[in-house]
């Protein structure tokens, strides 16, 4: 079993940044190898990808963040973090770490992972 805990959320004015991290604890040893992402979901919208990455590095991005997010992957600490910069009050979600085995381009499908953190909420005021 691999368990999720994300920190760094907070408040924020548009055009600041954020820094989310992922931490992950249990079979850690697996996140080496998994595709990990960050998923959002704001009031009465469906949960939507931001940024996912996977074992050998590659990522993905949505639209909505690329040029503005950064996805990265520290397998020593175990963890997974999301610099968010420019940031826009739209940003403003919960923010959810996620990780599985994946293949192909990392995923932002949020059906494809099965491991899931709590969240944390990232506010952003104009």
């Known amino acids: 079993q691999v368990q999720l805990v994300e920190s760094g959320g907070g408040s924020v004015q548009a055009g600041g940044s954020l820094r989310l991290s992922c931490t992950a604890f249990g079979y850690t040893y697996s996140t080496h190898y998994m595709t990990m992402g960050w998923f959002r979901q704001a009031p009465g919208k469906e949960r939507e990808g931001v940024a996912a990455?996977?074992?050998?590095?590659?990522?993905n991005y949505a639209d909505s963040v690329k040029g503005r997010f950064t996805i990265s992957k520290d397998n020593a600490k175990n963890t997974l973090n999301l610099q968010m910069n420019s940031l826009k009050p739209e940003d403003t979600a919960m923010y959810y770490c996620?990780?599985?085995?994946?293949?192909?381009?990392?995923?932002?499908?949020?059906?494809?992972?099965?491991?899931w953190g709590q969240g944390t909420q990232v506010t952003v005021s104009s």
């Open positions: 996620a990780a599985d085995w994946t293949s192909g381009s990392p995923p932002l499908y949020s059906s494809t992972y099965n491991y």
């Open positions: 990455i996977d074992s050998d590095g590659s990522t």
